[in-house]
């Protein structure tokens, strides 16, 4: 069925790195990816977003790659801030079937001083 | 300000009583969800609905109900049906089913 899963479930990485999280989604109709963030307690936030007619977008800090022949998605945070602490889920879309967003489990980034 | 109401924040419900969660949004959307997300899990699709007075099903949408009476309101009851409803309740809408979703701040309901 459909799903979309995360490969690391907890990511530890020191401030001013860059952090890598990964995404594996399954159904191959999805043509438009998501990256949230939730901190504790509060509702998740829109990082980025890219549609499947592109492989690579941008943002400030924040880059999406999408691997649409391995079904694989990526978010990198670039020099990574105590700010950026918090769970990062990816979400997929599928015109065909629900037609509602399907979120992973998440990854829980640790931003250490 | 636009955004996504919900409310109230924290919510306790007693046995074989129903609880409604309230969602409002003043972003014009078309479209309105509510998610359930459990401790250390992702957002599980409760029901969604694209237009006024229609709604979908989601994958747990059994002791739920809702209804989209206005374009501005999506409100959720938790029935004595649902057996486990200590959750976080996350509402959110989009302009189109397509499109992203901007979420409220969540109510946290838990049973006393």
């Known amino acids: 069925g459909e799903s979309v899963g995360l490969h690391l479930p907890t990511l530890s990485v020191q401030e001013g790195d860059n952090s890598i999280i990964n995404c594996a989604y399954s159904n191959s109709a999805s043509d438009y990816f998501i990256w949230y963030k939730q901190e504790s307690g509060k509702g998740p936030q829109f990082i980025i977003d890219i549609r499947s007619n592109m492989d690579k977008r941008q943002g400030q800090r924040v880059t999406v790659l999408l691997n649409k022949t391995v079904k694989h998605l990526s978010l990198q945070i670039a020099a990574t801030q105590p700010g950026d602490s918090a769970v990062y889920f990816c979400?997929?879309?599928?015109?065909?079937?629900?037609?509602?967003?399907?979120f992973g489990s998440g990854t829980r980034l640790q931003v250490q001083p | 300000d636009g955004g996504i109401t919900q409310s109230p924040k924290y919510l306790f419900r007693k046995e074989g009583q129903n609880v409604t969660l309230s969602c409002e949004q003043n972003?014009?959307?078309?479209?309105m969800y509510w998610y359930r997300q459990d401790p250390g899990q992702g957002l599980r699709l409760i029901y969604y609905s694209q237009i006024v007075n229609d709604f979908q099903k989601g994958d747990i949408a059994e002791g739920y109900s809702v209804s989209r009476e206005k374009k501005e309101s999506f409100p959720l009851t938790v029935t004595s049906a649902q057996k486990n409803p200590t959750a976080f309740y996350l509402c959110?809408?989009?302009?189109?089913?397509?499109?992203?979703?901007?979420f409220g701040s969540g109510t946290q309901l838990s049973v006393l």
């Open positions: 959110a809408s989009s302009l189109e089913r397509n499109e992203k979703l901007f």
């Open positions: 972003l014009n959307h078309d479209a």
């Open positions: 979400a997929e879309y599928s015109d065909t079937g629900r037609r509602a967003l399907t």
